[in-house]
């Protein structure tokens, strides 16, 4: 990653930095970001999101505090990501999760303690813009992140730019539907995509077809709280018929409704990440397979599906690459 | 229509006007068209889309020889919306129904008969940009509009500009999936969208109720050929059983895929178009219950659904649009 990145277009000489933050539900992760997308510095701490947003903050400061006693570190800006965060009201709106309130003043409670001019996106779209900077979406305008995790996290790249929609909350492809009767989402609504196209969505569909009678699978002496993405991807390599199973039934869906976003948006590329994505061609080849056959005649054979090449421990880049991008904009 | 447009914020004195043609596959509809959006002068003729292009060039000619011969009229720019055209290439792509080739020139062999800038999109997105600045949706940033007659075309304007996406194909809502082994689309997919939410769509609709059983109908004495949308909607104001039906079916459809369209895009509103949506209320009441019961929770209440104000005569609004939006920005 950080050897790709050394050829970026986007280098410059000098030692301009930005600091940036994933905020996710169980770790948070804080790092300072070159602009050729190398992590010149890392902390990562348990986010507490079950606990006061004060503990939280009081981590933040250690961090920040720590930092701001090396004269050498000056960054120019600070990009967040974090869940359910609006890019219009600089606030996490009803996070899931967090304990924290219904409206969390993200931004305006870190730039507080370190004055600097502070952006923040939710995680997904900050992704995007992660892949756009530093990733495998490097050069390419029009392209969309599907983050399979515990959920679907989805961000919407079209003209070089973030799509974010009127209120700051475009891309939440997650929620489109796939069976109107279908999978109870966490949302309220049923069938959602990510019921089916995520971490959690293989494991119920693991579920389902050891309920549908296919007993004839290691998968069958785990519990649900005990099943993996890991355990499913080693069972499919090793053949197991069920595990094989759940992965195409997964890609299949998910290629489906990839052919309805490209019909949308005529991308370039998707660039899926998360969790499942580890599962390289046992998911990709039916994904490939099932959105080919059935994109509308003008974007056939012409999307590409590509896998992050991120590590998770690189997701600063995400933010990172939001504060670079209002600079690059003129810090606006 | 044209008296609303009166009051447009981008109204300005002087004389201003722009040539713009609106090119559908029966009739061709030539007008001058004002800044605030007056026609002031047209003309139709018809497209002969069977026929040799030369011939419809023809045709172009006689309405330019005959306006430019009045001194008055210099159009700043000109125009163009027609089926299947690319704003990238200038031509129009593969058009079905149209026996003038593969790869029409249009733009260039418009330009050449009356040395103008000239501007060439699809008669959806077209759309699009006339609702902007002239209908429904003036002051909108983010909206989607449907434009429900023989199929369904689409335009998606997102923070103010037309979606192009990668290729000028974005938009093409038509082909998004309904079923995956539902109604054969004449695009050669399956279950798309606009085999149910169009005019064909619901006519469709009626024969498969009419199969089922429905004969205490109206409509089991029409012919799939004899059978229109109006006399579908007159039928269900009348009460009709199987009209009702075929409404509420098709509303529910589209209300449904409006709500997946909204979880990419945000919109603040949709703008209904075309045939269909002349039945007003019959298919605005079961879009409106249908897609807000699926919305997900950030736009639930959120998102207009609108008709257009526009009548078929003022096609050309559309390609107007499209100039006047160059020109704006510098004729670029």
Redesign the interface.
Known sequence: MAGSAKNSPRDTPGDDKVLAIDLGGTLTKIGLVSRKGSVLKAEVFKTGAMGPFEDFMDQVEQVFAKWQKDPGIKPLAMGIGAPNASSLTGCM?NPPNFNWGNSIPLREALKEKWDLPAYLTNDANAAALGEMYFGVARGL??FVTLTLGTGLGSG?V??G?L???????????G???VF?EGRQCK???KGCLETYASVTGIRRTVMELIAEGGTDSVLSAYSYDELEGLTISHAALQGDPIAIKAFEFTGKILG?KM???A??????AFVISGGLSQAGDLLLNPIRKHMEA?L????RG?IAVLTTEYSSEEAVLGPAALAWQHLDEGGV
């Open positions: 709106e305008e029009h919407i079209s003209h730019k799509l974010t929609g009127s209120r700051g909350m475009a891309g939440e492809i929620h489109i539907n109107p949302c309220g609504l489906l052919a309805d976003t019909a949308h948006l005529d991308p370039e059935r509308f005649r003008a974007y012409k």
